[in-house]
């Protein structure tokens, strides 16, 4: 069982602080907000370009044994908001560096979680691509969140291949019974053929929730 958790809350833009002050005033010693923008779930609505809300991407690391006060905090400070206004989920977190020391967990025992984030890294403008494939694949919605990669400029005459700085991170919480058929699905894309193109990996969920009305 590890130690820490990396909690994380979707919500609509300029709505971070509704989740920030209740995980602050729950114990929670801060955290990171990302801008970042929702891809919908209806192929109809994104090919209308009507689909890209601007959302808010709250990150917090806790320790184990706060999370569930934090998270219960979270769900009640948007109990009122309207449904489907958000999800909060949480994932294992192996290592914790903090002031110059590392705290590790112990491994966990291998166990078959409901839902996994399948997080995709590829190069700026390719995230809508990754995002129809998984669609077709079983996905609902994802979310986007701009990045950048940390290659040098010398990397690229050094291995040969053509490095974009500007990254797009997609990040889709899928149930367990699709996550093999999005992988793959993303895994074929023409845009992740080239090396230094871009990564997938999946990390598996606990306590996956949605916030606002039940």
């Keep these: 069982m ?3 958790v990396l ?8 709505k971070a602080e509704l989740v920030s002050d209740a995980a602050n005033k729950a114990g929670s010693f801060g955290g990171t907000v990302f801008m ?11 090919t209308l370009g009507l689909g890209g809300q601007t959302l808010d991407v709250v990150t917090i690391v806790t320790e184990r ?22 999800y909060l989920y949480s994932i294992d977190v192996d290592s914790m560096l903090k002031t110059g020391n590392i705290s590790k967990g112990e491994k966990a025992m291998s166990e078959k979680k409901e839902r996994y984030l399948i997080t995709v890294i590829l190069n700026k403008g390719y995230a809508d691509d990754a995002m129809a494939v998984a669609r077709k694949a079983g996905a609902g919605g ?21 490095i974009v700085p500007e990254k797009e991170m997609l990040m ?7 996550k093999d ?17 871009g990564i997938a990996f999946c990390s598996a969920v606990d306590d996956f929730t949605m916030l606002g009305k039940k």
């Design 65 to 86: 044994n706060t999370k569930e006060k934090i998270q219960e905090a979270i769900v009640k400070a948007l109990e009122d908001e309207k449904n489907n206004f958000g």
């Design 172 to 178: 889709i919480v899928v149930e367990n019974e699709q």
């Design 2 to 4: 590890t130690k820490y």
């Design 36 to 46: 970042a923008r929702k891809i919908s779930a209806s192929s109809v609505i994104a």
């Design 142 to 162: 994802g979310t986007v969140v701009n990045a950048r990669g940390t290659a040098r400029e010398d990397d690229e005459k050094f291995f040969g291949m053509h």
């Design 7 to 14: 909690l994380t809350a979707v919500v609509p833009h300029d």
């Design 181 to 197: 058929a999005v992988l793959e699905a993303v895994r074929t894309l023409p845009c992740l053929s080239e090396p230094g193109s």
